[in-house]
């Protein structure tokens, strides 16, 4: 069992940058897919961006296209998430999770989830 745990998140104003990551325990991280969910106060935890498992496919939420970069380092276990040109909409805690089967937009395709790192953007 995948153990997956984030870092990273913080504070930064409206335009800023940040990066969050995500490090596995599993030998065996480049057998599968990871993708970026988040979810914010009141809100349902929504898709943000994933990365088929050797790095070739890469896939984003409308929302963050031309802003976000997902990549992956396989010999180090991560999968990290480049967040710039933030707005105070981004708010909410990142999840990374580890894709099982189904669409890679979709949060029931994945079986194994960190426990996130708080996001936020002030205006």
């Known amino acids: 069992q995948v153990q997956l745990v984030e870092s990273g998140g913080g504070l930064v104003q409206a335009g800023g940058s940040l990066r969050v990551s995500c490090v596995a325990s599993e030998r065996t991280f480049s057998d599968y897919g990871l993708g970026w969910f988040r979810q914010a106060p009141g809100k349902e935890r929504e898709f943000v961006a994933a990365?088929?498992?050797?790095?070739?496919?890469?896939y984003y939420a409308g929302s963050v296209k031309g802003r976000f970069t997902i990549s992956r380092d396989n010999a180090k276990n991560t999968v990290s998430l480049q967040m710039n040109s933030l707005k105070p909409d981004d708010t909410a805690v990142y999840y990374c999770a580890a894709h099982s089967s189904g669409s890679y937009l979709h949060r029931e395709s994945y079986d194994n989830w960190g426990q996130g790192t708080q996001v936020t953007v002030s205006s």
């Open positions: 990365i088929s498992g050797r790095g070739g496919n890469r």
